[in-house]
């Protein structure tokens, strides 16, 4: 899918830009309905102060970006799937905060991070056959995707 020609700033580019998109357009969605929506949710106990997730998303997302990257660079015969799979489930990624925070759907966003829950793991599988470095950063992101739909569930409950 890659040409191998391409160069290394391209590649690191077309690592970045989705990233740094579903990055941005789910701090768009959520950050005005922190302080007002739900802020008067009931939470579980478990639920981290709220200045956790900022340094614990940038960690997860720089993670991604560069394990993105690691597969783009690979001349490998499951890179179309693998990249495929990867924007699949970084636009979930997105599409859950604007379901959760912006249409204030905890339900919704159950069923939103389910399927992102799903697309990380393809995602996990596929990268594997083509770098398992790049595999293995994922993994954080897939058991903190595991905490936050514990949390999500928990808040529909309570809600």
Do not use: C
């Not at 799979?85 to 959760?100: G, M, R």
């Amino acid at each position: 899918m890659i040409n191998p020609g391409t160069s290394t700033l391209l590649l690191i580019l077309a690592a970045i830009v989705p990233v740094a998109a579903a990055a941005i357009a789910g701090n768009l969605a959520t950050i005005p309905n922190v302080p007002t929506w739900y802020a008067h949710l009931t939470k579980p106990s478990f639920n981290p102060p709220n200045w956790v997730f900022a340094p614990v998303w940038t960690t997860l997302y720089l993670m991604m970006a560069y394990a993105f990257y690691r597969v783009l660079k690979a001349n490998a015969d499951w890179i179309s799937f693998a990249v495929a799979i990867f924007l699949v489930q970084i636009t979930l990624n997105a599409a859950w905060s604007w379901v959760f925070f912006s249409f204030h759907s905890p339900r919704g966003g159950l069923v939103v991070i389910t399927l992102l829950w799903l697309a990380i793991v393809l995602t996990i599988l596929a990268f594997w056959q083509i770098d398992p470095t790049a595999s293995m950063l994922l993994w954080p992101y897939l058991l903190w995707v595991s905490f936050a739909a514990a949390l999500n569930w928990e808040i529909d409950r309570l809600n």
